[in-house]
């Protein structure tokens, strides 16, 4: 053992390096748990549905863990936009043909119309509309959750343009609009075709709908490398560049208010991108205000 003197020297030695031991730990354990702290409560803030966010400067691991809850809490708060407008839109479309069907038995009921045939088709269009969003919500909702069953078999493209402008000419006839199919070089796929005739079928009844008398709406199908491209060309009012990108969108539409002759509830644009999609392929728009629009529906030929 060493003298007194020695004994007391170590002593300081040691105390000295449990000083600093435990200094550097209480530094390095409050600079841990305050963001660990931030966390928790941003984590909490996030349950209660609140808009939670956490500022960790410089580059370490619980940085990069911030920077990820940011992403996370900020993608759910575009969720929950986008839920509560879907309702709020969902609300609004079935609100208005219910409220059609109830005045019309309202006035009935008071003696104000007739109970005949024109009230019963009356009746029966509103029940039809309402159908039809319903059906499309189900159709988008199925994709959504990636439920979509498509039933794929040799298509002959040629034939399904037919049958879509077929089912159209009807209307097309009634609106004055010449409607033409064409198909270059016996395109071929293999595919979904009653998917498909519905996804074509969106395309040109908005062509028909959109286009003034005396125009034209072509359905134009054509191989291009490997994939097989199906144009919807029509000569009407075309879409500003400023809504071009949100065409697309659920329940959007250039004329907010719905009426009989501008038509739907602004979900067959998203339900044909929605099933290009499932078929591996993709769908576009180009158009010029006042001259036109083209959609272009393009699809892998083998799949
Ligand atoms: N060929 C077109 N020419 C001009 N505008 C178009 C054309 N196709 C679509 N649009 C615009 O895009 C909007 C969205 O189209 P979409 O097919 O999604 O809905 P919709 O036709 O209004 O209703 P739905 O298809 O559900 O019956 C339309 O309301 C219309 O304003
Ligand atoms: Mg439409």
């Known amino acids: ?23 550097a730990t209480v530094i390095a354990g409050s600079r841990l748990s305050r963001p660990l702290r931030e966390l928790t409560d941003a984590v909490r803030l996030m349950e209660e549905g609140k808009a939670a966010r956490v500022t960790v400067t410089g580059r370490d691991e619980l940085c990069r863990l911030a920077a990820a809850f940011n992403a996370m809490s900020e993608r759910r708060e575009r969720l929950e936009e986008l839920r509560k407008e879907m309702v709020s839109d969902i609300a609004h ?23 005949d045939r024109e009230l019963v088709s009356s009746l029966l269009e509103e029940a039809l509309l309402l159908q039809h969003i319903i059906d499309d919500l189900q159709d988008l909702a199925v994709a959504d959750a990636g439920e979509l069953r498509l039933r794929e078999e040799p298509v002959n493209v040629a034939d399904l343009l037919v049958q879509v402008a077929t089912a159209h000419r009807g209307g097309a006839e009634a609106a004055g609009v010449t409607l033409t199919t064409r198909a270059d070089g016996e395109p071929r796929l293999f595919a979904d075709p009653v998917r498909l005739r519905q996804a074509v079928g969106n395309l040109a009844s908005n062509a028909v709908r959109h286009t003034p008398p005396d125009g034209t709406v072509s359905l134009l199908a054509r191989r291009e490398g490997d994939d097989v491209v199906i144009d919807v060309t029509d000569t009407g009012t075309g879409i500003a560049a400023e809504d071009l990108p949100l065409i697309f969108e659920r329940f959007w539409r ?28 993709t769908l576009h728009a180009t158009s010029v205000l006042g001259e036109g629009s083209t959609f272009t529906l393009r699809l892998p030929a083998a799949r």
């Open 1 to 23: 053992m060493g003298s007194p003197a020695n004994q007391a020297r170590i002593a300081g030695v040691a105390a000295l390096v449990l000083l600093i031991t435990v200094t």
């Open 93 to 115: 479309e079935l609100r208005t043909p219910l409220s059609n069907i109830r005045g019309w038995l309202e006035a009935t009921e008071d003696g104000v119309v007739a109970p």
């Open 254 to 281: 250039v004329e907010k208010s719905r009426s009989r002759r501008t038509g739907g509830s602004g979900l067959g644009l998203p339900i044909a991108r929605k099933l290009a999609e499932a078929h591996g392929g």
